[in-house]
C-alpha cells in the first residue's frame, strides 16, 4: 500500500515569513500534485511535477520533486494571509493509473 | 459546465434515513472521483469511474454505500441506513484520462446525520 506523509500537520505564521512544507512517501510515485483547500470549498490544483529533481515555481510558490520521486515540498516566499488554507500532496500510483493517493494535509495559517 | 457541480451543498438527515448525493463533472472528462473528507482530515477515496470501465469501489466503506454513473456524465453517491460516522464532507471531481492533468473539485457536500 503507497501512502504519503505531509509535515508539519499544522503551521501559524507571521506575514511576511518563509516557510517549507513536506511530501514523504517510501514508495515511488510517477508524478506528484500539490493542491490547496480553503474552507468550505474543494481542493484546488496549483502544480503537477512529473520528473525527479523538477522544480516548478508559482509566483511565491516554489515545488520540488525529489531525485528519487519519493518526496516533494512547497516552500512559499514572504506568506501573506491569502495564502491560508490546507496543503494536500497527492501521489499518482505506479500500479493504478489514474488515482492518485492523497496525503492528510499541513494547515497552514497566516496571520497579518 | 464550467466547473463541477454538486448538490446539495448542505444535507441534515436523520440516523438511518437514506441520502443521494449528485454530483455534476466537467464536460469531456471521462474520470469521475468520489472522495470523503472528515472535519479537518484528509481525503479519502471511495469509489472512481473512467469512461465505460467497470467502476473501482475498492474505498467503499460498507455495503450501505452505492454509486452510479448514467451516460458517462452525472454521477449519484447513495449513502443507505446512515449513521451519525457517515457525517462528512463529500467531495467529487472530474479528470480527463490521465494523472497528470490533476483533478477538477467540486465544492462538496457536507452531510450531517442527527
Known amino acids: 500500500t503507497q501512502l504519503l506523509e505531509q509535515s508539519p500537520q499544522f503551521l501559524s505564521i507571521q506575514e511576511g515569513e518563509n516557510l517549507t512544507v513536506y511530501c514523504n512517501s517510501s514508495s515511488v510515485f510517477s508524478s506528484l500534485q500539490w493542491y490547496r483547500q480553503e474552507p468550505g470549498e474543494g481542493p484546488v490544483l496549483l502544480v503537477t511535477?512529473?520528473?525527479?529533481?523538477e522544480v516548478k515555481k508559482l509566483k511565491r510558490l516554489t515545488f520540488q520533486f525529489g531525485d528519487a520521486r519519493k518526496d516533494s515540498s512547497l516552500h512559499i516566499t514572504a506568506a501573506q494571509p491569502g495564502d491560508t488554507g490546507l496543503y494536500l500532496c497527492?501521489?499518482?500510483?505506479?500500479?493504478?493509473?489514474?488515482?492518485?493517493?492523497f496525503g492528510p494535509g499541513t494547515s497552514l495559517s497566516v496571520i497579518p | 459546465g464550467a466547473g463541477v457541480s454538486q448538490s446539495p451543498s448542505n444535507k441534515v438527515t436523520e440516523k438511518g434515513k437514506d441520502v443521494e448525493l449528485r454530483c455534476d463533472p466537467i464536460s469531456g472528462h471521462t474520470a469521475l472521483y468520489w472522495y470523503r473528507q472528515s472535519l479537518g482530515q484528509g481525503l479519502e477515496f471511495l469509489i472512481y469511474?473512467?469512461?465505460?470501465?467497470?467502476?473501482?469501489k475498492s474505498g467503499l466503506p460498507s455495503d450501505r454505500f452505492s454509486a452510479e454513473r448514467t451516460g458517462g456524465s452525472v454521477s449519484t453517491l447513495t449513502i443507505q441506513r446512515t449513521q451519525q460516522e457517515d457525517s462528512a464532507v463529500y467531495l467529487c471531481?472530474?479528470?480527463?484520462?490521465?494523472?497528470?492533468?490533476?483533478?477538477?473539485f467540486g465544492s462538496g457536500t457536507r452531510l450531517t446525520v442527527v
Open positions: 471531481a472530474s479528470s480527463p484520462r490521465g494523472q497528470n492533468y490533476g483533478y477538477t
Open positions: 469511474f473512467q469512461g465505460n470501465s467497470a467502476p473501482d
Open positions: 511535477v512529473v520528473t525527479g529533481g
Open positions: 497527492a501521489g499518482a500510483s505506479s500500479t493504478s493509473y489514474d488515482k492518485v493517493i
